[in-house]
């Protein structure tokens, strides 16, 4: 195997960063925004796009900066409360980068996104052709979730920010993401802690989930280390690259880019991925979940097989025909995700048969596998 790049050659071969940037950093407790932090994010985007690089920032800080603007004395409870105060903050945001891109001769892009834009293969594709647009006018897209119109209940959320950015490094293939937050990177133990070590390098997300220690409830940002580090899985996964490190540190973003050992790097795991599988595979909402026996298990995911119905045990969910599914072994861990060739009624009804069987079942049988190799993405 040939040995992994060091950071310096990663971070010069980084030609698209997505830089993401949490509440903490933004604001205070109070709300109040941090204007001068801003401008100093502003003016490190506004120096790697004159130098060539496209850039693209995710920003929170909606809740935080509508807290302050309206003086509320926390958080609000209710959906409709937080929506409207996200939406007095979203406006205050962006006032904020487009003051500070201008003086640098660049104008701030404001993109919401909801996750119904990214589930949809044709909006998403359009999300990226206008990303793509933007570079091409010298503008900085300043993204986040729309949080005026996501619907909670419904779970039609991106989830959190540090979940969109990596979709959105995914989305336009960015060999590194930044996830800027108020600790230098991941810590092996509670970063209060005096005896906390900062880990310089990670190689596998999954060997490190359990140092994300939960933060108290009620605080204004979402995500948590737990949504940084499933972040740095969904990058690395794809054959990318993530680093976690302090967005108040000055000059950061510039510092990092040039190669200075700054924050925690997660490194890519094996090659970079297609754009159609890493939309399969992160970034589109399964509608359901087929369970897999072993040997099926191991046709997927060792051999690179489609999935034949002989080897699925159980369905969950409602779905239809050329809808997204996970693929679970019989532990329930996901294996892989693809497209169905059936709805899950039908799916039910042929599940543990061979070809020859399914045509007398549906009295019809066209398609040889449920999940083609094609159209299926394995999680790694
Ligand atoms: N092992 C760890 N190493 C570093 N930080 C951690 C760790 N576990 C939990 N955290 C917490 O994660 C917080 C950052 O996540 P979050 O609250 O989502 O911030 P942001 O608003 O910047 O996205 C830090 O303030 C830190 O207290
Ligand atoms: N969309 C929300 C941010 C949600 C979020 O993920 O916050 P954070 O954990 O600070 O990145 C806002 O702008 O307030």
């Known amino acids: 195997m040939p040995a992994a790049p060091h950071r310096s050659e990663i971070v010069a071969g980084a030609h698209t960063v997505v830089a ?23 003016g490190q985007l506004a120096a790697l796009a004159d130098a060539g690089r496209r850039v693209a920032l995710v920003s929170s800080g909606a809740v935080g900066a509508g807290v302050g603007r309206l003086k509320l004395p926390g958080r609000p409870s209710g959906l409709a409360q937080l929506q409207a105060v996200a ?6 945001l962006i006032e904020a980068y487009n003051g500070a891109l201008q003086s640098r001769g660049r104008h701030a892009a404001q993109v919401l996104l909801t996750a119904d834009d990214l589930n949809d293969r044709a909006r998403y594709l359009n999300v990226r052709n206008t990303l793509t647009a933007l570079f091409e006018y010298g503008a900085i897209p300043v993204i986040n979730e729309n949080d005026t119109v996501r619907v909670d209940e419904l779970q039609r959320t991106v989830g ?16 590194l993401l930044v996830l800027l937050s108020d600790v ?10 005096p005896d906390a070590r900062l880990l310089p390098t990670v190689d596998n997300v999954e060997t490190v989930r359990s140092l994300a220690v939960a933060s108290p409830a009620g605080v204004m940002s979402r995500g948590g280390m737990a949504s940084k580090l499933e972040a740095a899985r969904l990058v690395t996964a794809a054959g990318e690259n993530a680093i976690i490190a302090n967005g108040r540190r000055e000059n950061v973003l510039v510092d990092l880019l040039a190669g200075k050992p700054i924050g925690t790097l997660f490194v890519a795991q094996g090659g970079s991925v297609s754009s159609r599988k890493r939309w ?4 589109a909402q399964p509608s359901g979940r087929l369970t897999l026996d072993a040997g ?25 025909k050329g809808d997204l599914v996970a693929l679970c072994d019989g532990a329930g861990s996901e294996v892989a995700r693809g497209l169905a060739n059936y709805s899950a009624d039908e799916i039910r009804r042929i599940a543990g048969h061979g070809k020859d069987e399914i045509a007398q079942i549906l009295g019809h049988c066209p398609y040889d596998s449920v999940v083609h190799r094609d159209h299926l993405a394995l999680v790694r």
């Not at 925004?33 to 100093?40: G, P, Q, Y």
């Not at 540090?162 to 293939?173: G, Q, W």
């Open 87 to 92: 939406a007095v903050g979203q406006s205050r």
């Open 296 to 320: 099926a298990c191991r046709a997927v995911t060792e051999r690179g097989s489609s999935l034949l119905a002989v080897g699925i045990s159980a369905v969950d969910g409602g779905f239809d």
């Open 160 to 175: 959190d920010n540090d979940r969109l950015a990596a979709v959105v490094a995914n989305l336009l293939r960015a060999p």
């Open 20 to 42: 993401k940037v949490g509440t903490r950093v933004l604001t205070a407790p109070d709300g109040s925004l941090d204007v001068a932090r801003i401008e100093s994010l502003a």
């Open 280 to 283: 399969l595979g992160s970034t």
């Open 184 to 193: 230098e990177g991941l810590y092996d133990r509670a970063p209060d802690d």
